[in-house]
């Protein structure tokens, strides 16, 4: 082997013991979630051991089942988006305050700030819904007193808008500290130089942020962009435990709570399974087309 080949050789070699160990761990699982989802799999099975394979005929019954497309698929996709969408703008705000504040006070915001970004998704959701309590929450409580609501209260756990109204509230709120922490990263490297020329040529704070700070940090926030969706996609303790996530209220379940009810609660793991890897191939879809209009954008360059 030539010594050009060995010097390209050598990161791989260096990176393969882990790269086995990232690979067994990931594609075990991977595969065997694409196994069940091809097998009618149930209590029986497991209990036995033995196997029933159907084929395509899991996928084929959900794709048939009008609740994926009136229920399922728009809660899990048009709650992302809406979540996506304002956990990057709220961070990249709060970034925007945080580059103007001077170094003390930015470490003192960002460690507050922070505590957000610590809190486990359980007991976040827990505090939201307690915010929202139908019987003693703070909002019945200050809307009843501002006269905007009567003594028979709102569930608002009930109906499917303000559920995931409620759900996204705790996801920004858990989400913008990374946002905010990654876009100020970004920010604090774009040349001061680039925002005094356009503040000579006239540009407002708008275009500056637009035609300067964007064009510059697009990269960043591709990447805050496709790890919200993947993690906003795949939500479920923020929706499970909130009253009627659980499959109490069918009206609301996401993928990730439905693909939990058919698999374990109704013991349905082959069905289970295939919403899985339906949920998968929509955020495998989702990345591709983020990175494919990343790296298109920065061969024009």
């Known amino acids: 082997m030539s010594l050009r080949a060995r010097r390209r050789a050598l990161p791989w070699a260096l990176l393969a013991p882990g790269l086995l160990v990232i690979g067994g761990l990931l594609l075990y699982p991977l595969g065997r ?78 460690s507050c700030i922070m505590v957000a970004w ?64 990654t876009v100020l990263a970004g920010l604090l490297t774009v040349p001061r130089e680039l925002y005094e020329a356009a503040l000579i040529d006239g540009a407002g704070a708008w275009q500056r942020f637009w035609n300067v700070t964007v064009p510059t940090l697009r990269p960043v926030f591709a990447v805050v962009t496709i790890l919200s969706t993947i993690w906003d996609f795949k939500v479920f303790a923020q929706v499970f435990l909130m009253p009627g996530g659980d499959g109490a209220n069918p009206s609301v379940l996401n993928f990730g709570v439905w693909s939990y009810q058919q698999g374990i609660v109704q013991t349905a793991y082959g069905t289970g399974a295939a919403i899985a890897v339906l949920l998968t191939v929509m955020l495998l879809a989702v990345t591709l087309v983020y990175l494919r209009a990343l790296f298109r954008e920065e061969e024009l360059r």
Request: no cysteine.
């Open 118 to 181: 610590a809190m486990p998704a359980v007991s976040g959701t827990y505090v939201w819904v307690w915010i929202f309590d139908v019987d003693r929450g703070i909002v019945r409580q200050g809307l009843e007193a501002a006269g905007a609501l009567g003594p028979e209260g709102f569930n608002w756990f009930a109906d499917r808008l303000a559920f995931y109204a409620i759900v996204t509230l705790n996801i920004v709120h858990h989400g913008f500290p990374f946002v905010a922490v």
């Open 33 to 110: 979630v694409l196994w069940l989802s091809v097998q009618d799999y149930g209590l029986r099975e497991l209990f036995q051991g033995g196997t029933n394979f159907v084929g395509a005929e899991n996928y084929t019954g959900l794709l048939a089942d009008p609740y994926l497309w009136r229920t399922a698929l728009p809660n899990t996709v048009l709650f992302a988006v809406v979540a996506v969408g304002a956990t990057v703008v709220f961070g990249t705000l709060v970034a925007l305050l945080l580059a103007t504040l001077r170094p003390l006070a930015r470490t003192i915001v960002i």
